[in-house]
């Protein structure tokens, strides 16, 4: 009977509105990922940037906390999340909403057709890049064996560190064979992002943000991925190489990285 | 001209050429491109796989899945977005991630998971395409298969639970098919006059959805009320799959294969619609 009624709860809860739109900004909101140094991946870095990013370009104070397990504190099993109040969010599209629930929006000033397109746009990414991050992370022999499951199991004591390691593996390779990139090979996988790298590149043309002169979260989203991309040391460097190809993309993570978390020099190194 | 191309894929009805949304991206594409394709409708003999479906055979070597059969086709100059700009280009790639996120676990699950709908729709319908015993194991296998890949992509671990997943997909749905009336507006196509490789997929997953008469409707009712997108699946339906069928209801017990006619193409050249062996199994 409780059961029933908590799983009630669970289901209809996310559906009451919830009036956080009261309560302003608090100065001590955390962002929980995993550890920095040794045990965050190439795609939960990235989205974690991401949010990151577009919590700067709304000018929110956030604190980033390392966790190591912040994948199982995560409300939906996904990092990054955010712990705000008394309300915990995670992943980008449920935090933008949030952030737009409380009063803050980058996006109010597109009209329907570019609302649409920064929607596909950013689907786009999801569906090629981090797509592609998480092949590469898990589904590559050479990567798995010298950096993931390392890096995945490393706060663990044995033999759980092996253990959540090879579950994870199985569990995103399951996912990869229902989307159809199961039998892909990783050449395959890198033109795809070339080609998601090419078509970023001609949308962003010569503009300085995606939707010209302010950034979006699409905007956060590309330069998560792409910095994360340029800046994370892999097994090999071809899917860096494919991200370099394109100056304008270059430009555009330089531009915001100085701008919005105030390095004086960028440290994506074109070598 | 080389030699034909030959595309094995489901069969149609309801109006459609094929009821399959991949089968039916394909088919609009060579449409649009003037790709002359012999379209072989899968049928209930043992004749031709039915995994990965539509399937291009060429001379040389075959190819699934319709990203890649649309590569083959451009590669062979048959291509329908040469007057696309860079941008729209990309815009194209980015429409078809959109589609594939949003819209489609919502098809999915109308087709092969709502079980008034499966049972009473599409089982039977891709049944009866099958030979026995196969009729008996695909459909079941198909409709797990569209289960796992929506929980997979939508689901949460560690529960994988699909009621808490239901609601979610359909708003997503609707809120994808509002934002391509939105970005479709009153033209005719996506880019300007011409269709192109976006329109070829936005018909492909529109059109089953708009055509099919299905017990449980609540996509389909939404869709309805977007007029330029029904507007936009019946124009191309009526300018490029213009065919003049005879009754469905037909059934031939012996070995012959009935020629239901030719489908006029807009550019005049015709492939015939090979017509199967009908035999409905209750």
Redesign the interface.
């Known amino acids: 009977m409780c059961l029933l009624i908590w799983l009630v709860i ?2 209809f809860l996310p ?1 009451v509105p919830v009036s956080t739109a009261a309560e302003p900004w608090p100065e001590n909101a955390t962002l929980y990922q995993q550890l920095k140094g040794e045990q965050i991946l190439l795609s939960d870095n990235a989205a974690s940037l991401a949010v990151q990013a577009f919590l700067q370009m709304c000018n929110l104070p956030i604190k980033v906390v390392c966790r190591a397990n912040a994948e199982y504190m995560s409300p ?2 996904k990092v990054p999340f955010i712990h705000v109040g008394n309300q915990v969010v995670s992943e980008l599209g449920p935090i933008v909403q949030f952030v737009k629930a409380k009063g803050h929006s980058l996006s109010d000033g597109l009209d ?2 570019q ?3 920064m ?3 950013m ?2 990414v ?3 890049l981090l797509t592609a991050e998480l092949y590469l992370q898990w589904c590559d022999d050479a990567t798995v064996g010298e950096i993931t499951h390392a890096r995945y199991g490393s706060p663990y004591p044995w033999p759980l560190n092996h253990i959540l390691a090879y579950q994870k593996q199985w ?1 995103v390779k ?2 990869m064979k ?3 990139w199961g039998n892909k090979t990783l050449d395959q996988v890198l033109e795809d992002v070339d ?2 790298c ?3 590149s ?2 962003l ?1 010569t503009q300085p943000y995606f939707f010209n002169k302010q950034p979006t979260e699409l905007d956060a989203l590309v330069f998560g991925h792409l910095y994360t991309i340029l800046t994370t040391q892999m097994t090999n460097d071809e899917l860096s190489e494919k991200v370099k190809n394109y100056s304008n993309l270059l430009a555009f993570c330089r531009r915001i990285e100085q701008h919005y978390f105030g390095k004086g020099s960028s440290s994506i190194r074109l070598s | 001209m080389a030699a034909p191309l030959e595309l094995s894929c489901w069969g149609g009805g309801w109006g459609l050429p094929s009821v399959h949304s991949d089968s039916l991206v394909v088919m609009a594409y060579a449409k649009f491109s003037g790709a002359p394709l012999k379209v072989n409708v899968i049928d209930n003999t043992w004749r031709g796989s039915r995994g990965d479906v539509p399937v291009l055979t060429t001379e040389d070597n075959t190819i699934s ?1 319709p990203a890649k059969i649309l590569n083959f086709l451009r590669k062979q100059k048959y291509n329908a977005d040469y007057e696309l700009s ?2 729209q ?3 194209t ?3 078809i ?2 589609l ?3 819209l489609l676990p919502a098809v999915l699950h109308t087709f092969w998971v709502e079980s008034d709908n499966y049972f009473t729709v599409t089982k039977p319908w891709f049944a009866s395409r099958m030979p026995f015993p196969l009729s008996l194991i695909l459909p079941g296998r198909m409709s797990k ?1 569209a289960l ?2 929506i929980l ?2 939508r689901g ?3 529960l994988y639970h699909l ?2 997943v239901e ?1 979610q997909i359909y708003r997503d749905a609707k809120e994808c098919l509002n ?2 009336s ?2 479709l ?1 009153t033209s005719q196509f996506f880019f300007g006059d011409m269709p192109s490789t976006l329109d070829a997929y936005v018909f492909g997953f529109l059109a089953p959805l708009y055509k099919v008469r299905f017990p449980k409707v609540q996509l389909q009712e939404h869709l309805k009320q977007l007029s330029n997108l029904c507007r936009f699946c019946d124009d191309i339906l009526n300018s490029y799959f213009r065919v003049s069928l005879g009754a469905f209801s037909c059934v031939n017990r012996n070995e012959q294969q009935i020629d239901f006619g030719e489908v006029h193409s807009h550019d005049s050249t015709t492939c015939k619609l090979i017509a199967p062996d009908w035999r409905y199994s209750k």
Do not use: F, H, W
Request: proline share 3%.
């Open positions: 669970d289901i559906c939906s099993g329907e057709v609302k649409a397109e929607k596909a746009y689907e786009l999801n569906n090629m569990e399951r996912k229902a989307i159809g080609q998601c090419q078509a970023l001609q949308r043309g | 899945q860079a941008k280009g990309a815009d790639l980015a429409y991630a959109l594939e996120e949003k298969g796992t890949r997979l992509t949460e671990p560690p009621r808490e609601a934002l391509l939105n970005r507006g």
